[in-house]
């Protein structure tokens, strides 16, 4: 019987059915898509959806600064990622980057 409790438990896992849960807890990110990614500079050009916070109120295409040259390595160009990004030094910074599942 414990057996198949534990069979069960990580099927729900496996199928996400636990994880939706944990990702609503985070602050929610924004959807976006790589468009370029240039590594000299430490930029990234994105196309996104509205940014209330940084008053966008429509998605466009905009070049990033990142915060750290190692997120330019975990994405490509095509890549649909979910993003954050806030004003750093009076530069429109990515903070966070991942892509979407
Ligand atoms: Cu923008």
């Given at each position: 019987m414990r057996k198949i409790a534990l069979v069960a438990a990580s099927i729900l896992v496996l199928s996400g059915a636990v994880l939706p849960k944990v990702a609503v807890a985070q602050s929610p990110l924004i959807n976006g898509q790589v468009t370029k990614i240039d590594e000299s500079a430490g930029k990234i050009t994105l196309k996104h959806g509205p940014i209330k916070k940084l008053d966008m109120n429509e998605g466009m295409t905009m070049v990033f600064r990142v915060?750290?040259?190692?997120?330019?390595?975990?994405?490509?160009?095509?890549?649909?990622v979910r993003f954050d990004a806030d004003r750093v030094n009076g530069q429109i910074t990515v903070t966070k980057i991942e892509k979407a599942r």
């Open positions: 915060q750290d040259p190692a997120m330019l390595k975990q994405v490509k160009v095509g890549d649909k």
